[in-house]
């Protein structure tokens, strides 16, 4: 989702899963972009260095403050942008180290929309117009499906 | 997801699992708001009869129309809407009942994100200043955590 909705790169930590790793490679393989994966283990080194670059962490929270006032100022910023998203409890130190702890609606629910929500609202859409070149392609259709695969 | 993001109800179809019936459940007791959960084993029958009361029926899928084309239609013709998301492979009887069959992107994501973007899409982004009256609510800080809880 990361991909299709404009980010560069996904960084995973926690315990390390080869398969997600592998699926994601192959997506990309097959349909295109420069997206990146990757792992680390030491999630906390990575956020510091990412800060020391001169980058702004953003944290998805619902604890956070509302999307919707705080999206404009950082895009104005035009500087690079990580956005942490954690799995159950984040420790303390990660709302202290961030730039900004945002909140996709203050409202339990998914991590994975947040992410598409903040995406969505930071790129203000324009990464649904996205185009990819990978070995396969759809063209959208009103119904029915059409993948174009550009392998011989 | 839904529930935060606006939607009034969600019927699962497919295997059954009464945890996740219970889970929402439970987070709508502690949360509040109006949102339902149901399971339908008949998804066809569900669809056919929302038809026959006049209802929009929306098809997720990357096969789809661009939903940032569409989106307007959709919202201008003031009727329910149902939308539906298939996990797996869908039978093409979905695409040909749906009044709209719509991508969020037409590459590999995830059906949580695509459902998200359609919500927020469809309300205009107002979803996310919608309120809820529950047992818990946050409010909103730049940092740290604040649940205001309304049981005694």
């Not at 592998?22 to 994966?37: E, H, Y």
């Not at 953003?58 to 690079?80: A, C, F, S, W």
Request: glycine content about 10%; hydrophobic content about 40%.
């Amino acid at each position: 989702m990361s991909r299709a909705f404009g980010a560069k790169k996904i960084t995973l930590s926690g315990e390390r899963d080869d398969d997600v790793l592998a699926s994601v490679g192959k997506l990309v393989s097959n349909w295109g972009g420069s997206f990146g994966i990757g792992y680390e283990e030491n999630w906390l080194e990575k956020i510091e260095e990412f800060k020391k670059k001169k980058g702004i962490v953003v944290h998805l929270t619902m604890y956070g403050e509302p999307v919707q006032k705080q999206i404009t100022k950082i895009r104005k910023m035009k500087k690079n942008i990580m956005v942490v998203v954690g799995a159950g409890k984040v420790p303390t130190i990660v709302y202290q180290l961030s730039d900004f702890n945002i909140a996709v609606t203050n409202q339990p629910h998914s991590e994975v929309a947040a992410l598409a929500i903040f995406l969505h609202e930071f790129f203000e859409g324009k990464e649904l117009d996205k185009t990819f070149k990978g070995k396969l392609m759809i063209v959208p259709k009103k119904m029915g499906k059409c993948v174009v695969s550009s392998e011989k």
